[in-house]
C-alpha cells in the first residue's frame, strides 16, 4: 500500500469513528456532539470532498461547521452546554478520591479549555477585515 493510499484510509477511519461519535453524542448528554462534527469535517475534506460538502450542507450541523471554519464561532448554545459539561467533569474530579496531583492536572486542563471555550467569539460577531480569533 502506498503512504498516499495509507493516509486517505486513516482519513477514512478518522472520519468513520467521528461521525460515529458524533451520532451516539446526539443521544447521550454527557458526549459531545460538535467537537466531533468538527473532527470529521476537517477529515472528510482531506478525502471525500463530497462528505465534506454534505456535512456543511447539512441543515442542523452545517451551520455550526461553517461557523468554525469562517471565523472559529462557536453558538452561545454549544458554549453554554459545553462550559457545563466542563463544570461537571470538574466536579466530578475534584469528588473523586484521586492523588492531589492529579486533581490539580485536570482542574487545570479543564479551567484552560473552558476558558479558551468562553472566549470563542459568536457566530456573525466578527467585523469583516478584522483578524481571525
Known amino acids: 500500500m502506498s503512504s498516499s493510499a495509507g493516509r486517505r484510509l486513516g482519513y477514512k477511519a478518522v472520519t468513520a469513528a467521528s ?5 451516539l453524542g446526539v443521544v447521550l ?3 459531545p ?14 478525502h471525500s470532498p463530497e462528505l465534506e460538502a ?9 451551520p455550526a461547521l461553517r461557523a468554525w471554519r469562517q471565523e472559529r464561532a462557536l453558538s ?11 463544570a461537571a467533569s470538574l ?3 475534584v469528588s473523586l478520591a484521586l492523588p ?3 486533581k490539580l492536572a485536570v ?18 460577531t466578527i467585523r469583516p477585515g478584522s483578524t481571525r480569533p
Open 19 to 23: 461521525l460515529v461519535a458524533a451520532a
Open 100 to 102: 492531589l496531583p492529579v
Open 33 to 46: 456532539t460538535t467537537p466531533f462534527l468538527l473532527l470529521a469535517a476537517w477529515s472528510a475534506s482531506r
Open 54 to 62: 454534505r456535512l456543511l450542507a447539512h441543515p442542523k450541523y452545517g
Open 76 to 86: 452561545r448554545r454549544t458554549k453554554l452546554i459545553a462550559l457545563t459539561t466542563l
Open 29 to 31: 448528554p454527557v458526549l
Open 91 to 93: 466536579a466530578v474530579t
Open 107 to 124: 482542574s487545570l486542563l479543564l479551567l484552560a479549555v473552558g476558558s479558551w471555550l468562553a472566549m470563542r467569539p459568536e457566530p456573525g
